[in-house]
């Protein structure tokens, strides 16, 4: 493949981490302040969103072009040290979020009703993915700026 292949691959991967970072800040901006006291807003079978809708889509988008960008950009090790660097941290946050962060937003979808203090608290929490997520687009902007100066 050529350099312009590599190119687009670390644009799209770099573009899909941001739309996913803007993702999340709407989360926690616009959804996560309300839901707690309106359950219905997180259940889509109620008429409320569905996170899975957006996630599922972004996250398996974003990952196949890390992966592609990955690939094809192993022989150049400034690259692909920013490129791992995403993938570290992309990884970690989605390994935190199986484990913890997913099962809890499921079980909230389905449930009839819930304490708010452990909705907050899951709110709050989930503000601590943010960073991780800040650190995988600033190393794909790095990735970028490595491969479009050729």
Known sequence: MSNSFLELAVIVAAALALLSLGGGLYEFLVVDPFWPKRLDLIQPN??????????IPAHTA???SLI????????N??????????LGSHAAMRIW???DFIPKALAFEKAASIEEAAARKWSRRSRFRFPLDLWTCVSLLF??????RG
């Open 68 to 75: 592609v960008s990955l690939v094809w950009a192993w022989n």
């Open 46 to 55: 109620r008429g409320g969103i569905s996170r899975k809708r957006f996630w």
């Open 143 to 148: 990735a970028v700026s490595i491969v479009c």
């Open 97 to 99: 979020s199986a484990l």
């Open 77 to 86: 090790p400034a690259l692909r040290l920013w490129l791992l660097m995403a």
């Open 62 to 64: 974003f990952e196949l």
